[in-house]
């Protein structure tokens, strides 16, 4: 089982339209939670971090449940700007490493 | 304050050829995280160093694969004898003072092993 799943997709939808996705993690001592953005061929990029409580960022919204090892993140609005892929990121371990899902791709088309 | 810095941007190797890769933190960050990425997978954690200090890397191919942090200087990741399957991209992040657990990626360095 991989430590971080996700949907790779992609996912297409036209503009304004609101886009979920979803994560799962395996090791339970995980300590924090994030969504990166890659664009095509360049670095990730922190988008957001996640908390229990959930957070929201303009149009994004990122949820977490510890119980079910779950992460969301929902888009409302989608706008052609947000067509890349999402990375699902989980922060484990007294080295403070990165593990990542290997991330959704989004294409919002007009 | 500059970003996270990497060089070369890209890089093209003969099978066998040693392969050496730089990463400059930002200013105040002391922590240093490489990760690859292979074509059409997720980053993998390959080190993590600090300031002349190994601290993981359990995710480092036992062999050929080194890297270093020295007191001065950039970070370097090195690959001795590089072969085909070394073709990627390869990522580091910094991290460091206030925001510990936020890492700051640089534009990361494309190896293609011919």
């Known amino acids: 089982r991989k430590e971080v799943e996700q949907d790779p997709g992609p996912f297409n939808v036209p503009e304004g339209a609101t886009v979920a996705f979803n994560c799962t993690y395996s090791n339970s001592a995980s300590q924090s939670f994030f969504w990166y953005r890659q664009d095509c061929r360049k670095e990730p990029k922190l988008l957001m971090s996640v908390y229990s409580s959930g957070n929201e960022d303009g149009r994004f919204t990122a949820q977490l449940n510890r119980a079910s090892q779950y992460i969301s993140l929902l888009i409302r609005d989608s706008k052609l700007s947000d067509s890349a892929t999402y990375l699902c990121?989980?922060?484990?371990?007294?080295?403070?490493?990165?593990?990542f899902g290997t991330g959704t791709r989004l294409q919002v088309t007009l | 304050n500059a970003g996270v810095m990497q060089n070369p941007r890209h890089l093209v190797r003969r099978r066998g050829q040693e392969a050496r890769l730089r990463c400059s933190p930002m200013k105040g960050h002391s922590h240093v995280y490489w990760y690859r990425q292979l074509p059409e997978e997720g980053l993998k954690f390959m080190v993590y160093?600090?300031?002349?200090?190994?601290?993981?890397e359990s995710g480092m191919p036992k062999e050929r694969f080194s890297a270093e942090f020295p007191k001065e200087g950039p970070s370097i990741l090195r690959i001795q004898q590089v072969v085909r399957g070394d073709s990627a991209a390869y990522f580091c992040a910094g991290a460091g003072g206030s925001s510990y657990n936020e890492q700051f990626f640089g534009p990361g360095t494309r190896l293609t092993v011919l």
């Open positions: 160093l600090q300031k002349e200090n190994i601290i993981d």
């Open positions: 990121v989980v922060l484990t371990g007294t080295a403070s490493k990165l593990t």
